[in-house]
């Protein structure tokens, strides 16, 4: 008897998974990691390994509780999650604080919507969030981010050029801004491998870097680090659940992202400007889909409608960063918190006793 082989659609399948792309994301980071250690010996390291362990046992416990699930942890994005959370904070932070981090960042940042991209926003971003509100005076403190007594290596003089050497290696800020090469280097190959695409990263310099001159050029000083930028703007805006799925999308929330990073630095927000930015579009994300969607084929693209969709949600993005950075500046963002923590739980409740019956 002849068999007869079966396929089912889509007949295209790429031989990929989520465990794959977080493995490239992974070993984007590591040079950036290795640098840690140079510059801080172990210290860093256990930071780093804090927030990657209780990030996998909050995934593990609370993934059974939740789903049923006893497998999700090894899939990778946990090991991620917290490897990104350790970048954005310093190298000193309090192990205790790191470990409610990266709790948080998965509990609050994905678990609760449902799992594995279902999050609106990025987890590390919401774990670091929790930490500045429910830690502010270990999160403020400026002992959390340099310790001469504890530096190991405090330069690498490779090039002739002070700028350069310190492009290439510079112990100061987050956990995963000492070496700015190493990051531009694990963006392009997050790039060469198709894990994201060039947009994002591209209209978020490009929107953050023209006021920047233009305000410069004008005598206004403005305090940034181009680490925390390139960070931000490779591994964190470019996270896919809670980023447009459009490249005309990508470019309006990249270069959206930029200008409102800008409008937070200028009033006043110091440290959070890109955590804060970056959150705000994740919010947004779902609107900018549906004004840039792929017209339908066969019918005409109204063009005048778009644009007025376009305006509308610029002034909201604009509107939604003025009232964060006034929240900022009066002390209100653990409101904000507390309003979102409430959101997602009631949110969660819902889902979970549908599910049950």
Request: hydrophobic share 50%; aromatic share 16%.
């Amino acid at each position: 008897m002849q068999s007869v082989k079966i396929q089912y659609p889509p007949f295209v399948r790429a031989n990929d998974s989520t465990s794959k792309v977080m493995f490239d994301v992974i070993l984007a980071l590591i040079p950036c990691l290795v640098f840690s250690y140079f510059a801080f010996g172990f210290v860093p390291v256990m930071v780093i390994l804090v927030a990657v362990g209780s990030a996998l046992l909050t995934e593990f416990i609370f993934s059974m509780i939740f789903w049923s699930k006893k497998n999700s942890v090894t899939d990778g994005s946990g090991i991620v999650t917290g490897i990104l959370l350790s970048c954005t904070i310093g190298a000193f932070t309090p192990l205790y604080v790191v470990a409610f981090g990266g709790a948080m960042s998965v509990l609050f940042g994905k678990l609760l919507w449902g799992g594995l991209g279902r999050n609106p926003f990025n987890p590390a971003l919401v774990g670091r969030e929790f930490m500045t509100v429910f830690f502010p005076t270990v999160m403020t403190s400026g002992s959390i981010w340099y310790d001469r007594t504890a530096v190991n290596l405090s330069g690498i003089n490779l090039f002739d050029n002070e700028l350069l050497n310190g492009l290439f290696f510079r112990p100061s800020g987050a956990i995963g801004e000492y070496s700015i090469l190493f990051l531009t280097l694990g963006g392009l190959y997050l790039l060469f491998r198709r894990r994201i695409s060039w947009h994002i990263p591209f209209a978020l310099f490009a929107a953050f870097s023209l006021p920047l001159y233009l305000l410069l050029y004008l005598g206004n000083s403005l305090s940034f680090s181009l680490g925390g930028l390139m960070l931000g703007a490779i591994f964190m805006a470019t996270d896919m659940p809670s980023s447009p799925s459009t490249s005309s999308g990508k470019i309006f929330y990249g270069a959206m992202i930029g200008l409102t990073a800008i409008l937070f630095i200028l009033n006043g927000v110091n440290y959070e400007y890109m955590s804060y930015s970056i959150l705000l579009l994740n919010a947004f994300t779902a609107p900018v889909n549906w004004v840039f969607r792929p017209r339908i084929w066969g019918r005409k693209l109204d063009w005048s409608n778009r644009l007025g969709q376009g305006v509308g949600i610029t002034a909201g993005i604009l509107l939604a960063a003025y009232a964060i950075a006034y929240l900022h500046q009066i002390g209100g963002i653990q409101y904000l918190l507390y309003v979102y923590i409430a959101f997602c739980i009631i949110r969660f409740n819902s889902l979970y006793i549908r599910k049950r019956i």
